[in-house]
């Protein structure tokens, strides 16, 4: 069979469908619908909806398309896992439970609180500095740095050296990469006529 991943890679759903193909040591190609307008049109004329990541099947004889990371996910272990299932709790998953868990106790701890946010903060950057690994996509970059600079600046307030407001930081992140979000889509417009 050959398979074709139509994509993007800051879209979480894909990098679902990313890490479920790698497991599996899948042979795909992958096609970005943000860099080549001709695989978003494909997309739509296929499907009627450019929203991405969809799995293109051709087995030789027919091609079937299949939306839905989830669906797509459960389709490559049937097909590609010799007999494993689908994770149904990923390690992406967990590392953002515990993430947001550690945030959640530290209200109730106050006491702990520098300590669990740095713990939670680095867990994002971790998570984050994997994603760019994978992808090379900006968007992954400019979180993995905003995660550090929180954890150094939570650090060192915890510590007493200086009181950094990070979280204006943290605003400036979600300013730039919607910023960034419509300046490519105004590309792909553009590109596409």
């Keep these: ?21 790698d497991a599996l040591d899948i042979a ?12 978003r049109e494909e997309l739509e004329e296929a499907v009627g909806s ?12 027919s091609v079937r398309w299949m939306p839905e990371s989830q669906d797509i996910v459960r ?12 994770p149904s709790f990923s ?3 967990a590392t953002t439970f515990l993430m947001w868990g550690l945030l ?20 994002g950057a971790l998570r984050s500095i994997r994603n760019l690994w994978r992808t090379r996509a900006w968007t992954h970059g400019a979180m993995a740095a905003m995660f550090l600079f929180a954890v150094a600046a939570v650090t060192l307030h915890w510590t007493g050296i200086v009181s950094i407001p990070w979280w204006y930081g943290a605003y400036a992140l ?15 417009a553009r590109r596409a006529r």
Aim: charged letters at 20%; one cysteine or more; aromatic letters at 14%.
């Design 1 to 21: 069979m050959e398979l074709a991943l139509y994509a993007f890679d800051s879209c979480p759903y894909c990098q679902r469908v990313y890490r479920a193909m």
């Design 28 to 39: 795909y190609e992958k096609r970005d619908v943000t860099r080549n307008p001709s695989y």
């Design 50 to 61: 450019g929203t991405v990541p969809v799995l293109r099947i051709d087995d030789g004889e």
């Design 75 to 86: 389709w490559l272990y049937e097909n590609y896992g010799e007999g494993q299932e689908a």
């Design 91 to 93: 390690l992406h998953q």
């Design 104 to 123: 959640a106790v530290s209200v109730f701890f106050q006491e702990y609180q520098h300590i669990l946010w740095i713990a939670a903060l680095g867990i």
């Design 174 to 188: 979600v300013l730039v990469i919607f910023l960034g979000l419509v300046v490519a889509r105004l590309r792909l």
